[in-house]
Antibody
Framework: QVQLVQSGTEVKKPGASVKVSCKAS????????LHWVRQAPGQGLEWMGW????????DFAERFQGRVTLTRDTSISTVYMEVSRLRSDDTAVYYC????????????WGRGTLVTVSS | EIVMTQSPATLSVSPGERATLSCRAS??????LAWYQQKPGQAPRLLIY???TRATGIPARFSGSGSGTEFSLTISSLQSEDFAIYYC??????????FGQGSKVEIK
């Protein structure tokens, strides 16, 4: 079954870091770029960045540069997103999403991971 | 950054009726536009890419049109499962890809 399975809910304090995982199955992990999109409560979708699981190359939206890290472990078909120096406005559902084979739209999504930042 | 603007914010429609949603780009995105459906508590689901191509498994009542800066998503006869929020996304110029703010289709 083609799917992206994300790790569970996280609750963090301001200033802490969080690491969310996204495990791919049912397709060739290194054949598709994986992106991260977040959604604050009641808000729209915000693109954060992407990783090439084959090379490890990453790129980010400007506002997340220096605060978000994407890594991957090809042996277990998993990518990780780490957000540091968390703020209350980082409270959101974080989705991993597979980019289509040719273009930058997203044909497969994880179910999302809720990250709550609260003191 | 290309700004995507969707209208209306909320559309009230009766089951069986037709619904049309609009998406406007701040500059031309050619046909590099996708539409997603999101239901409460769920991830977005790809409906349309290339402005008018239905994704795998998407019913024929969903259709997309437009190019350049003006796009629309039409649901020809609303079913109960179609009440959701719909987002457009441009992928002509990146990074970043950008989404519209969403249009909610609710039961009238």
């Amino acid at each position: 079954q083609v799917q992206l399975v994300q790790s569970g809910t996280e609750v963090k304090k301001p200033g802490a870091s969080v690491k969310v995982s996204c495990k791919a199955s049912g397709y060739t992990f290194t054949g598709y770029f994986l992106h991260w999109v977040r959604q604050a409560p009641g808000q729209g979708l915000e693109w954060m960045g992407w990783i090439n699981p084959d090379s490890g190359y990453t790129d980010f939206a400007e506002r997340f540069q220096g605060r978000v890290t994407l890594t991957r472990d090809t042996s277990i078909s998993t990518v990780y997103m780490e957000v540091s120096r968390l703020r209350s406005d980082d409270t959101a559902v974080y989705y991993c999403a597979r980019r289509s084979s040719s273009y930058w739209y997203f044909d497969l999504w994880g179910r999302g991971t809720l990250v709550t930042v609260s003191s | 950054e290309i700004v995507m603007t969707q209208s209306p914010a909320t559309l009230s429609v009766s089951p069986g009726e037709r619904a049309t949603l609009s998406c406007r780009a701040s500059q031309s995105v050619s046909s590099n536009l996708a539409w997603y459906q999101q239901k409460p508590g769920q991830a977005p689901r790809l409906l349309i890419y290339g402005a008018s191509t239905r994704a795998t498994g998407i019913p024929a009542r969903f259709s997309g049109s437009g190019s350049g800066t003006e796009f629309s998503l039409t649901i020809s006869s609303l079913q109960s499962e179609d009440f959701a929020i719909y987002y457009c996304q441009q992928y002509n110029k990146w990074p970043p890809v950008t989404f519209g703010q969403g249009s909610k289709v609710e039961i009238k």
